[in-house]
């Protein structure tokens, strides 16, 4: 009776660890210690193990619960299928490349070569082209049909809108894009703040300027965030932050990425 009681204890115990810490791995132990309830020492030797692995998982180390989901925008709240964000990069191809006076294609050569240095390709033509005029590129890369493709996503909505935690979204893309793109997908309202790339003088993620600047005005440290992003440099950049963070790999194409990763949103509630 002792040792049932002990085990049920020890389970409601992880239980609770595993909500407070997703990455708690104490569940796979469940039905191991399920099957031999007629064995008192066994039991009482798997209730001793559950709570020993709830101490270590987080319950009683006081780790942070999360407290915020911070999104990114394109190609995470909608599908990439819908070309949206591919013709955004076109855009940033030609202008970078008539601005330059190349070739779009070896305009984007020598901006993905600077990848690593500068995280948008705006921040490249700033800090390497000595480009100024922030605003006509931001319009020539935004024009204000960019987003007609999209239809609002009930779905979705419904879906976030059951999410308890504060949602915030987190984009290198202009205010004014976001909020065309949140009303077009139709959740204009879950979202308490929108950080876009005028926040931070037009640097972008995965900046940890970025990064910092979002957590300051949401009032929380990283690891009480999640982030979503579809771009691997991005969540990369997050997590070596302290914070958690989810690629959203819609077509599984980052196939040697060492962290966790999405197929679909709804994925989520296996984290939060
Ligand atoms: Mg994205």
Redesign the pocket.
């Known amino acids: 009776m002792v040792g049932q009681f002990a085990l049920w204890f020890g389970y409601v115990l992880n239980w609770f660890a595993f909500r407070r810490n997703r990455y708690c791995f104490i569940r796979f132990f469940f039905p191991v210690g399920y099957k031999i309830i007629h064995n008192n020492r066994i039991i009482l030797f798997f209730a001793y193990f559950y709570i020993r692995l709830a101490f270590l998982s987080g319950l009683m180390l006081r780790l942070p619960m999360l407290k915020y989901l911070l999104f990114?925008?394109?190609?995470?709240l909608y599908s990439c299928r819908c070309g949206l964000?591919d013709n955004v990069a076109r855009r940033m191809r030609e202008f970078a490349g008539a601005l330059l006076g190349l070739t779009p294609q070896e305009a984007w050569r020598q901006r993905m070569a600077a990848v690593q240095q500068y995280g948008t390709c705006l921040e490249w033509l700033m800090g390497d082209k000595g480009f100024t005029d922030v605003e006509t590129y931001l319009a020539a890369v935004h024009p204000p049909d960019e987003a007609d493709s999209l239809l609002p996503d009930r779905e979705l909505r419904a879906f976030l809108s059951g999410i308890s935690l504060p949602m915030a979204i987190l984009?290198n893309s202009p205010r004014e894009h976001a909020d065309l793109v949140l009303g077009k997908l139709g959740l204009g309202d879950i979202f308490t703040h929108v950080f876009d790339i005028r926040q931070c003088s037009f640097m972008g993620k995965p900046r940890k300027e970025v990064f910092d600047n979002a957590l300051r005005v949401l009032g929380v440290c990283a690891p009480e965030v999640l982030f979503i992003?579809?771009?691997p440099r991005y969540t990369q950049g997050f997590i070596a932050l302290g914070g958690n963070a989810l690629l959203f790999d819609e077509n599984n194409i980052h196939t040697n990425y060492a962290s966790h990763k999405i197929r679909e949103l709804r994925e989520l509630t296996k984290y939060i």
């Open positions: 990114d925008l394109d190609n995470t964000e984009t992003d579809d771009n």
